[in-house]
C-alpha cells in the first residue's frame, strides 16, 4: 500500500492497483497549491463525514474519474440523489472492494453538509490490503473504543490521526491513541490548514518520540510505502 498526503485530511492511498481518495479538500487548501484535482486517479472516494473541510472536491473529482464513493448511510443518499456512484456503511461493519477491504470504525466528531444537510455519524476506517493494515481515524477526540481496533482487527502498519487540535484531538491525544490502537507508528493529519490548527512540528514529534513513537509528517504531496 502507499499512501500519498494530499493536505489536510485528504489522502491518497493506492492498493492492488487501485486507487481510493480520502476526504478530498485540496482546490482550496491554500497549502495544496501544486496538487491539481483533475490530475488524480480515483476508483473509489471514501469519506468520513460531510464537512466541507472533508468532501470540497469529491463532485469534481466523482465526476471526472466516475469513482465510487464510499461513505456513511446518509452521506450515500445525498450524492446518490445527485446521480453519483455510492456505496453506503455504517459503523462497524465491512466491505471489499477489489480485494480491499474497508471496515467502517467509531469516530466522536459531528456531520454536517455546508447546507446543513444531515450527514450522519462521523466515521474512521481501516483498510487491510496485501496483508498490509492502515487506521483512518477521521475527525475524532481520543475514545477509549479505539482500544476495540487490536482485539477486533489486530495489527496496524500505520495508524493516521488527526493532530492539529482544536476541531479534533490535538498530538498529546493522538499519542494516546497510538497506544489505544497499539501502533506506534504515526502519520498526523487534519492540522497547519486554519489557523486554529497550526502546529509545532518538532515539539509535536518530540512528544512521540519521547514516548518511544514515530509521529510522521509528510509534505504535501509526498507518500509513504506500507
Ligand atoms: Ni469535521
Ligand atoms: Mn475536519
Known amino acids: 500500500m502507499k499512501v500519498t498526503y494530499l493536505g489536510h485530511a485528504s489522502l491518497g492511498i493506492e492498493a492492488n492497483g487501485k486507487h481510493i481518495i480520502v476526504d478530498p479538500f485540496i482546490s482550496a487548501n491554500e497549502l495544496a497549491k501544486h496538487i491539481n484535482i483533475d490530475s488524480l486517479k480515483a476508483d473509489y472516494i471514501l469519506l468520513t463525514h460531510a464537512h466541507q473541510d472533508h468532501v470540497l472536491d469529491v463532485e469534481a473529482i466523482a465526476e471526472k474519474t466516475e469513482a465510487i464513493i464510499v461513505c456513511n448511510a446518509e452521506m ?28 467502517s470504525t467509531i469516530a466522536f466528531h459531528s456531520s454536517s453538509f455546508s447546507d446543513g444537510t444531515y450527514g450522519g455519524n462521523p466515521n474512521g476506517y481501516i483498510l487491510e490490503a496485501n496483508g498490509k493494515r492502515i487506521y483512518i481515524a477521521g475527525d475524532t477526540s481520543l475514545t477509549y473504543e479505539m482500544k476495540l481496533i487490536p482485539e477486533t482487527i489486530g495489527q496496524l502498519d500505520l495508524a493516521i490521526f488527526p493532530v492539529g487540535d482544536h476541531f479534533t484531538m490535538g498530538f498529546e491525544d493522538a499519542c494516546l491513541a497510538s497506544d489505544f490502537v497499539q501502533c506506534n507508528r504515526v502519520l498526523g493529519y487534519h492540522f497547519d490548514t486554519f489557523p486554529p490548527i497550526k502546529i509545532d512540528h518538532e515539539k509535536a514529534k518530540a512528544f512521540f518520540k519521547s514516548k518511544g513513537k514515530e509521529l510522521i509528517l509528510l509534505e504535501i504531496g509526498n507518500s509513504l510505502a506500507i
Open 76 to 103: 450515500s443518499y445525498y450524492y446518490g440523489n445527485k446521480g453519483f456512484n455510492v456505496v453506503g456503511m455504517n459503523t462497524g461493519g465491512k466491505a471489499e472492494f477489489d480485494e480491499i477491504m474497508i471496515k
